[in-house]
Every structure is written in C-alpha cells, then in structure tokens.
C-alpha cells in the first residue's frame, strides 16, 4: 500500500468531513434563526434546538479542521518508514475473521479510509488497540481484551 497516497485520501476525507461539519452547522443555524422556528409558546424549543444543533456542528468542524492542522504540520515524521508501531505506521493485523489495516495517527481515532479495496482505519494514541500494539514489530503477538491472539503482519 503507497502511505504516500493513503495520506493524501485521509487529508481529502478529512475536508470532506469538515465541509459537511460546516454546512450542517450553517443550515442548523440559519434554521434556528428561522422566522419558522420562532417559539408559538413556552414548550416550543425547536429554536433552541436548533441553536443547540449549530454549535454541535460547529464543535465537529473545529475538530476536524485542528485534526488536518495536525496531520499537515506533522507530515514528513508520518510519512517516513517505520518498522514498529508508533505515530505514523500504517500496519496490518491478523484476527480470527482476517486481517485489517490501521493507521496511527495523534487525531481522527475511528476515521475509516478506502484505498486499493481496503479500508484503513485510523488508531490514536487513546485507543486501546494502540496501547497493545505501541512498540510491536512485524511478526510480534498481541492479545485482544477478549483473550485472543492476533499478530502484527507488515508495518510502514
């Protein structure tokens, strides 16, 4: 897999989401502010729901933009090889059903990017995935909290 291409897929997805963070947060508060959504009595809240809405959009949208900040101003140390999980890798793990793909990355945790048929999910530092697998190199086992073995196939 070309880490190269796969972080440019995951800067793209990441503005996507922070577009659509940004319109859903602009319509729920052009909508709060809606002649329509004005209050007919004291148990009408669909204003303030709204409003509610707009800033929890606008919250996601933060997010999303310090999450590309982030991902931008560290782009050279995530892009370099790396032989053991750490901030940067792109790895493969071996389970039970088969084997998935992940990225270590210090923001966007659960974010899922498709590239070549796979799909690549992103792993923080908070996960309790990354905490079993900090340090491990290709071939080394770890135990999932369900008790199982799994084993780090390839790291980038």
Partial sequence: MNKAKFYELLLES????LLQAVDASQDAADY????QSRADSQWDTQGLEASYLAAGQAGMAKKWAEAIEELQSERESLLQGKERVELGALFECAFAEGSDYFFFAGVAGGHEVTIDSRTVTIVSPQSPLAHRLLGLRVGDDFVLPNGKFSKLLSVE
Wanted: charged letters at 40%.
């Fill in 14 to 17: 990441l503005q996507k989401e």
């Fill in 32 to 35: 709060a502010t809606n002649d």
